[in-house]
């Protein structure tokens, strides 16, 4: 099936409804804004029958980055027209999250970027990507011991560990569990990572207990509902102890 693009004036074209879109989304759009192409802002849209409008059907985002920016027309395909049940089915079917949007695969196209040569400053300049995103989410801490950099372990999770104020071996305690099977209940998350830094952030006492006192500590953020579960039941016995 081939379908051609049209240019196709904004004012023409009416959406199913008005769409919530991320002032981030429009952020990123409009750091590039200079090397946006076809792709980039291409909209889906069926023509009204018998006259000359057109309903949205697929980018509600870039249409409303379009509208937003004042663009008077915007590049089209034309699909073909359905009933309103399914065009509610393929806006809805559109709006989930597209298969190659995972951050292993961000991670290789950075990798491919940085051994042609180009520097981290180029890349955020050319890119939605942020530097704070860039170094968090994508760099690891050079402090952090290569051999706990692994598959499993994710970057964002080693550099909030190498951050924490506390010992080198509880670090390298977490370290190790962040690089465990994913699905394995000794696996430090992202939630777990989360727990321990707040837990350090409210109470300096931690960065006084010894490396044992600290691994014992955390160790117990690793199933945080199973620890919640027992205070629950802990202060239900309070009120009502077991005969």
Known sequence: MRQEIECISLDKINPLFEA???KAFKGRMSKTKSSLETYDILLAVIKIPNKDSYILVGGFDRYSYL???NELKAP???EDSSTIEEMHLKV???FYPKGDTKK???KQSLVLLQESGMSRQSIVEGSCM???DL?????YNPNIPKQYIKKNAVIKTLNEIQRLEITTEAKYHLYFHAG???GKPERLTGEVISIIKQLSKTDNRVQRLTTAQQIETFDKAFNPKRSMLNILKDTVSRFIPFD
């Not at 170094?135 to 760099?139: D, E, G, P, T, V």
């Open 92 to 94: 809805l079917n559109r």
């Open 76 to 78: 089209c395909i034309v």
């Open 180 to 182: 465990v099977e994913i």
């Open 67 to 69: 509208r937003d920016c």
């Open 130 to 132: 942020t530097m704070s």
């Open 20 to 22: 919530s879109v991320s």
């Open 104 to 106: 292993e695969n961000k």
């Open 135 to 139: 170094i968090n989410n994508y760099s």
